[in-house]
């Protein structure tokens, strides 16, 4: 079965329960089912803004709490490495000079590593990559 890797954008829309992301990962094998480590990495990122930003109690406690769930959240899930498979896939991509950002080549990379697929809305971007299969979970 082919592994299917949710980007940032999906898992925040997940942790938003956004209506359609819910039922698609509800009815999806949890087996089947990563993200990336640059995921955790951005995601942890906004956290830390979030509690830097943070001008009150309240927000410090809520930016605070988000921090905790996350966390929590990538304890139930497969996080993918960046490894030496992937940093092979993304100094190609480099090579190829593909018009993106850095995190979401790297993204790419990992899924690539793995012959996944991206779950995605930013196919505007993710498109450019070659061989890389895109799936939006966010459309009914």
């Known amino acids: 079965m082919i592994l ?15 209506p ?14 990563a993200i990336s480590i640059v995921t955790v990495e951005e995601q942890i990122k906004g956290h830390f803004k ?8 309240v927000k410090l406690i809520r930016a605070y709490a988000a921090l905790q769930s996350g966390v929590a959240y990538f304890n ?9 498979v992937a ?9 190829q000079k593909i018009r993106i950002g850095t995190q979401d080549l790297r993204i790419a990379a990992i899924v690539l590593s793995v ?18 299969t895109l799936e939006d979970w966010s459309i009914p």
């Open 50 to 57: 979030l509690i830097k930003q943070a001008n009150s109690s």
């Open 76 to 84: 139930t899930i497969t996080v993918l490495p960046f490894d030496e």
């Open 115 to 132: 012959k996944g697929i991206l779950v995605t809305r930013n196919w505007k971007d993710f498109a450019k990559v070659p061989d890389l």
């Open 20 to 33: 359609t992301v819910m039922q698609n990962l509800v009815s999806a094998d949890p087996n089947f089912l």
């Open 4 to 18: 299917y890797v949710l980007d940032t954008d999906h898992v925040s829309l997940f942790q938003r329960k956004h």
């Open 87 to 95: 940093n092979t896939y993304y100094e190609t991509l480099r090579r």
